[in-house]
């Protein structure tokens, strides 16, 4: 794992209340028999436990088994972030949706070093900076809604790419 994956993952959040919320980052392992491909399958998570709303998930090309990646075609339940390292994949199909709140609490909604198939619905809302700090590729042919500026909803590393088939929603 790299460095700055490491800080981001590794930064504790602070929540307005007395009380604080810490969680541990949820490493997709993909391959399991019969639903090699499902996000809504503990048993495809390093811990055991799907990624929920307070929850940080990584995609990552080295932990993945077989070169199994999590295809989205259902609604899943929000979580606070993605983080899809090099080597990394994601598809989110004609019927899946997928949401990402920031809960106010996360700088960036996907940090993308790897690819990002859009065919249905990706909705990034709540962050405090922008949605998506794209380092990799990806492609949207479908429905991608974000909450922030032009400006500020997809920043762009020089060596990224974006193809945009679809529709981008400014909320």
């Known amino acids: 794992m790299n460095e700055l994956l490491k800080q981001l993952t590794a930064t504790m959040e602070h929540s307005d209340s007395a009380s604080e919320r810490i969680t541990v980052p949820h490493y997709w392992r993909g391959g399991v028999r019969g639903a090699e491909n499902e996000w809504n399958e503990p048993m495809n998570w390093h811990n055991r436990r799907i990624p929920g709303w307070f929850d940080t998930a990584i995609i990552s090309g080295e932990y993945a088994q077989d070169g199994f990646f999590p295809v989205i075609h259902e609604f899943i339940n929000d979580i606070a972030q ?58 949207n042919s479908g429905s991608l809604a974000v909450d922030k500026s032009e400006q500020r909803a997809i920043i762009h590393a020089a060596n990224s790419k974006f193809e945009n088939f679809g529709e981008i929603l400014i909320l």
């Open 82 to 139: 993605l983080i899809i390292e090099t080597g990394g994949k994601i598809a989110i199909e004609k019927q899946g949706k997928f949401n990402i709140d920031g809960l106010n609490k996360k700088d960036v909604g996907i940090i993308n070093m790897g690819e990002i198939y859009i065919e249905g619905e990706l909705t990034i809302l709540r962050t405090k900076n922008s949605c998506i700090k794209n380092l990799g590729y990806i492609i």
